[in-house]
């Protein structure tokens, strides 16, 4: 009786997950949910028997990638997204995130509160998985600066008093186009820019 409630329990959490997560490996769900790989890999097996979760892989050797609905042309995007945040949740310990939040002219795909040996710290994340076209992200943010975003409820997230614009992350695989684009960063932001292949 209890093996089956911690089972419901289970399930629960993964199809919570997966709705706000969108598109997950198997590696992920074992990291956020099960204590073992093995056993993450039966249990999502079987709720894939029984239609309740979707999956596909793109390699027999990589990870299954779970999903509720069908699969979107978007599920490169979330799936480069999901890859920073279990990489960096492993490193830090996180507060609070959301996904898609709006910061005045854009939307950022995530926001996170982490919590550092140095305190609490805050940045929004844009995941840019583009591999031509222009890198626009360092002038909107830096338009949304000029604005009007203190009493927005991401300038102080968990209502300490101390209100200040976020950092922004940015995970990309044009790493020299994105940092070029920093000249456009007149109101001098924190920028923290990744290469898309060393979230692993």
């Not at 940045?123 to 909107?140: C, I, Q, R, Y």
Request: net charge positive.
């Amino acid at each position: 009786m209890l093996m089956w409630h911690v089972g419901i329990k289970r399930k629960r959490a993964l199809i919570e997950l997966l709705e706000k997560h969108r598109y997950l490996r198997t590696s992920m769900i074992a990291q956020a949910i099960y204590p073992s790989r093995h056993q993450c890999q039966v249990s999502l097996k079987g709720l894939h028997d029984k239609k309740v979760v979707k999956r596909f892989r793109m390699d027999s050797r990589e990870d299954f990638i779970y999903h509720l609905e069908s699969r979107s042309q978007k599920w490169q995007h979330w799936d480069l997204l999901n890859r920073f945040h279990f990489w960096y949740a492993a490193k830090v310990e996180v507060v609070l995130y959301e996904f898609e939040v709006p910061y005045g002219p854009g939307q950022a795909d995530g926001f996170y509160v982490v919590r550092t040996r140095d305190g609490n710290r805050k940045f929004f994340l844009e995941v840019d998985t583009l591999t031509s076209g222009p890198f626009d992200k360092v002038a909107l943010y830096n338009t949304a600066y000029a604005g009007y975003w203190k009493d927005q409820w991401w300038a102080d997230p968990l209502n300490s008093g101390l209100i200040s614009f976020p950092q922004i992350v940015i995970v990309t695989p044009r790493i020299d186009l994105v940092r070029g684009s920093l000249k456009d960063n007149t109101h001098d932001l924190v920028f923290k820019v990744f290469e898309q292949g060393n979230i692993n």
